[in-house]
């Protein structure tokens, strides 16, 4: 059993930034694929963006890119989502994943994933 939990939600305003976290526990961190993704209320969650295992691969969905950056410390067992330039488009309970494949096209997809946080409340408004 693999256990995720997010943090670092909260209220921005249009424009502003946000670091989210999320740390796992039970397995070994450092050989899990580890993703991000979002849902509004009423619409499907949706892919945001991945890491591979040792961090050097990365994947982000067009509606972030160059505005969100993934990384992670292995040795602290987190994964983390720097955001910036929010927009109200970005307001979402932000999830993470882990998998313990490598990454692939999967990866940006729901069903690529085995283990789930239960997700932290981003708003972007004024």
């Known amino acids: 059993q693999v256990y995720v939990v997010e943090s670092g939600g909260g209220l921005v305003q249009p424009g502003g930034s946000l670091r989210l976290s999320c740390v796992a526990s039970?397995?070994?961190?450092?050989?899990?694929?580890m993703g991000w993704f979002r849902q509004a209320p009423g619409s499907e969650r949706e892919f945001v963006s991945a890491?591979?295992?040792?961090?050097?691969?990365?994947y982000y969905a067009d509606s972030v890119k160059g505005r969100f950056t993934i990384s992670r410390d292995n040795a602290k067992n987190t994964v983390y989502l720097q955001m910036n330039s929010l927009n109200a488009d970005d307001t979402a309970v932000y999830f993470c994943?882990?998998?313990?494949?490598?990454?692939?096209?999967?990866?940006?997809?729901?069903?690529?994933?085995?283990?789930w946080g239960q997700g932290t409340q981003v708003t972007v408004s004024s």
């Open positions: 994943a882990a998998d313990n494949r490598p990454l692939a096209k999967r990866s940006r997809t729901v069903l690529g994933y085995e283990y």
């Open positions: 039970g397995r070994t961190f450092s050989t899990y694929t």
């Open positions: 890491i591979s295992w040792s961090g050097v691969s990365t």
